[in-house]
């Protein structure tokens, strides 16, 4: 079992016991535990100075670095604790600083070997942050965790790092005397784009006062034509505001005079208004009452008009109704005729057929002679045989009639000589 104290120290509680006492007590047994040991882990943070001497690097350049850490046991996570307990139980605070410095020092070598002394000299940050990822995740399996690590100092014993500086410092030197060559050559250029921007200054100044003083010609000029322009704007603005007057006042009087002629055309209006007023007392009211009379004389004649055409039309629709039963009853009469006519000729066929015929030639006659009677004059052309006058046209007439027994015959089928 573990149990925490403090922020800075771990009590470990472990042992047990073959036969634990057993107490009875109000009818429960209670088995008493055995502690047999308690151990304390530090939790304290720890500061190591891992060196690491003449570690050849990936050129084969033999350098010394030395850097300086802070770990320690982590007391918050059980699990990590639980890995500490296991590896560091019994050991005191030194025996767990050495072997966490140990393998800081393996891994701080590594990654010396596979950079290059340029690469640790000119990006420290790099290094440090590859010692600490690498490192943390070794000493984070015995429950140390690394609170930081920086890397502290770089040193050889071939000089090889003061050559670097040397390279440096003459590169420094070389960009200082380049650097004065070049400030000389500025302030020389300096110097004569400053005797340049002089004389052109001075021309400039020169060219500067010719167009001020064409500019003041221009400009006397132009007011001068403004100073003649305002005074003729004035001399025409004096006549126009003249001929504005004239016309106001011929305005005003043209109102005056309309003023007048509409007050007489109201008074016009006025007298116009009382003779109507007159002429509707003396004329339009007995007008209007005997036009009102003849309305009413007219509406009553128009009633009495109205109710006598009513009356005939009723007279005319009963006698309409009379002629109509009168028709009707002729018609059923006819019918009734006509049917026992059929009733007749369905008994006696020929017969009736025959004097049907019979009734009817003299009707044929009278047809056939009527264009002869209603003629003014007949010409009579002889061939030199046969009789003459009257006698031929009655006999004329008579020989239709003879042929009509023949027609009758083909369109009907009836034979009249038989």
């Known amino acids: 079992m573990f149990f925490t104290c403090g922020p800075n120290e771990a009590m470990v509680v472990s ?7 057993v107490m009875v007590a109000g009818g429960r047994v209670f088995v008493l535990p055995c502690i047999q040991q308690i151990q304390r882990i530090s939790l304290n943070t720890l500061t190591l100075n891992v060196k690491s001497e003449k570690v050849y690097t990936r050129h084969g350049v033999p350098i010394s670095v030395t850097g300086i850490a802070q770990v320690k046991i982590q007391g918050q996570n059980k699990e990590m604790l639980a890995a500490a307990c296991q590896m560091f139980l019994g050991k005191t605070e030194a025996e767990i600083a050495h ?70 410092t003459a590169q420094v030197q ?3 005397r380049i650097g004065e060559a070049e400030a000389k050559r500025d302030a020389g250029i300096r110097e ?33 034509i403004e100073v003649n322009t305002r005074r003729a704007q004035a001399d025409l603005a004096y006549q126009l505001q003249v001929a504005k007057t004239k016309q106001q006042i011929e305005e005003q009087r043209v109102q005056v005079q309309v003023v ?14 009382r003779r109507e007023k007159e002429l509707e007392a003396r004329v339009r009211k007995p007008a209007e009452a005997e036009r009102y009379k003849l309305e009413r004389l007219a509406e009553a004649e128009k009633s009495q008009l109205i109710m006598q055409a009513e009356a005939e039309a009723e007279s005319v629709r009963m006698r309409g109704e009379a002629e109509a039963f009168a028709i009707g009853a002729r018609a059923r009469a006819e019918a009734e005729q006509m049917a026992k006519k059929a009733e007749a000729f369905q008994l006696y ?31 009579l052309v002889s061939s030199g045989g046969g009789t003459m006058g009257a006698a031929k046209v009655t006999g004329e007439v008579l020989d ?19």
Do not use: W
């Not at 007048?260 to 208004?273: D, K």
């Not at 027994?405 to 034979?415: A, Q």
């Open 174 to 176: 070389k960009d200082a």
């Open 260 to 273: 007048e002629r509409a007050q007489q055309v109201a008074v016009q209006e006025q007298e116009i208004a």
């Open 400 to 418: 239709i009639l003879t042929c009509l027994p023949e027609s009758v015959e083909r369109l009907t089928g009836v034979s009249i000589s038989q």
């Open 349 to 379: 066929r020929e017969a009736a057929q025959l004097d049907m015929l019979l009734e009817k030639l003299p009707q044929v006659a009278e047809e056939i002679s009527g264009p002869l009677t209603s003629a003014n004059k007949i010409t």
């Open 15 to 21: 042992g047990f016991c073959r036969s634990p006492p």
């Open 192 to 224: 004569a784009k400053a005797k340049q921007e002089k004389v052109s200054a001075q021309y400039l100044s020169e060219i500067e006062m010719a167009k001020a003083q064409r500019d003041y010609e221009l400009k006397k000029a132009t007011y001068d």
């Open 99 to 168: 072997i966490a410095l140990e393998t800081l020092e393996g891994h701080q070598r590594a990654i010396m070997a596979h950079m290059t002394v340029e690469e640790i000299y000119k990006d420290r940050q790099k290094f440090s942050e590859q010692v600490f990822k690498v490192a943390s995740s070794d000493l984070v399996n015995m429950g140390i965790s690394v609170v930081s690590y920086t890397l502290k100092d770089i040193h050889d014993d071939q000089d090889y790092l003061h050559s670097l500086g040397k390279a440096r």
